[in-house]
């Protein structure tokens, strides 16, 4: 449940809700930083009031995720020497990103949630896959090269993350 208590609170990303004295909602907002505020007689515990905030809280994710992900991916491709075609913010729940053919990137949203080390990690996956487009032993070599080693450990260190929502 999104209440009085919800935050955020991750290395790229800080969200929080605050009581207000308007009767209004209200957001505020800065690369890195949203500040919901709700009105004093807010009921968080109505179904209505939960998908209202479950909206409001995507569309920061969204607009904050907009505004990080495609930047950190122009980094650490140039870092790396990967080239892609474009990249699209998604809020997929299930897969924290995915490369097509065309080496087009999809990112979830859902990326601003994880430690940086993570949403790297997911991003450097992605871009590997502009060059290997399957998980064979060429393609752990190539995400091993640009994780000094780590991949298969950042893969299972993944694995115990899952969207909130």
Same mark, same amino acid.
């Given at each position: 449940?999104?209440?009085?208590?919800?935050?955020?609170?991750?290395?790229?990303?800080?969200?929080?809700?605050?009581?207000?004295?308007?009767?209004?909602?209200?957001?505020?907002?800065?690369?890195?930083?949203?500040?919901?505020?709700?009105?004093?007689?807010?009921?968080?515990?109505?179904?209505?009031?939960?998908?209202?905030?479950?909206?409001?809280?995507?569309?920061?994710?969204?607009?904050?995720?907009?505004?990080?992900?495609?930047?950190?991916?122009?980094?650490?491709?140039?870092?790396?020497?990967?080239?892609?075609?474009?990249?699209?913010?998604?809020?997929?729940? $299930?897969?924290?990103? &995915?490369?097509?053919?065309?080496?087009?990137?999809? *990112?979830?949203?859902? %990326?601003?949630?994880?430690? @940086?080390?993570?949403?790297?990690?997911?991003?450097?996956?992605?871009?590997?896959?502009?060059?290997?487009?399957?998980?064979?032993?060429?393609?752990? $070599?190539?995400?091993? &090269?640009?994780?000094?080693?780590?991949?298969?450990? *950042?893969?299972?260190? %993944?694995?115990?993350?899952? @969207?909130?929502?």
């Amino acid at each position: 449940m999104i209440d009085q208590t919800f935050h955020i609170d991750t290395d790229v990303l800080q969200m929080s809700l605050r009581r207000g004295t308007d009767r209004k909602f209200y957001v505020s907002t800065k690369p890195g930083t949203v500040i919901i505020t709700y009105p004093p007689e807010t009921v968080f515990s109505t179904p209505e009031m939960q998908r209202f905030l479950f909206k409001a809280v995507t569309e920061q994710l969204r607009k904050q995720a907009r505004g990080y992900l495609p930047g950190r991916l122009g980094q650490l491709a140039g870092r790396y020497g990967f080239t892609y075609t474009g990249v699209k913010i998604n809020s997929a729940h $299930t897969r924290w990103g &995915s490369c097509s053919s065309r080496r087009s990137i999809n *990112l979830s949203l859902f %990326l601003m949630l994880l430690p @940086s080390h993570l949403s790297d990690y997911v991003l450097l996956h992605e871009l590997c896959h502009t060059r290997e487009m399957n998980h064979g032993p060429r393609f752990w $070599t190539l995400m091993d &090269s640009v994780t000094d080693g780590c991949a298969r450990a *950042l893969r299972a260190e %993944l694995r115990g993350f899952h @969207s909130p929502f």
